[in-house]
């Protein structure tokens, strides 16, 4: 069974960037799609970029297309989440996610293995 572990959140000011990183266990990680989710305080879980199994990138969330890039590296069983030029919307929990399936989707519930979520605080 897949197991996630999220990393690499912190406070920092507008503009700066910020590497998040997804650490997989219990299973190979290459049989899986994951995609990084954010949720703001009060708000609902949002998908906003993933990577499927064959390494295609999918966003679902305009406002990061240009800042934000997400690689994986199945022999590291490790997925990255690159956060340039951060905004004060962006803070939130990151979450990744995994599904045993090849095809990037943006809801929630398609997801079955889930990490324990970083925090990202961008202050402007």
């Known amino acids: 069974q897949l197991q996630l572990v999220e990393s690499g959140g912190g406070l920092a000011q507008s503009g700066g960037s910020l590497t998040l990183s997804c650490a997989a266990s219990?299973?190979?990680?290459?049989?899986?799609?994951i995609t990084w989710f954010r949720q703001a305080p009060g708000e609902a879980r949002v998908g906003i970029l993933c990577?499927?199994?064959?390494?295609?990138?999918?966003f679902f969330e305009d406002s990061v297309k240009g800042r934000f890039t997400i690689s994986r590296d199945n022999r590291k069983n490790l997925v990255t989440l690159q956060m340039n030029n951060r905004k004060p919307e962006d803070t939130g929990t990151y979450y990744c996610?995994?599904?045993?399936?090849?095809?990037?989707?943006?809801?929630?519930?398609?997801?079955?293995?889930w990490g324990h979520g970083t925090q990202v605080s961008v202050s402007p």
């Open positions: 990577i499927s199994t064959e390494h295609s990138t999918n």
């Open positions: 219990g299973s190979p990680l290459d049989t899986y799609t």
């Open positions: 996610a995994g599904r045993s399936n090849r095809v990037c989707v943006a809801q929630a519930g398609f997801y079955d293995y």
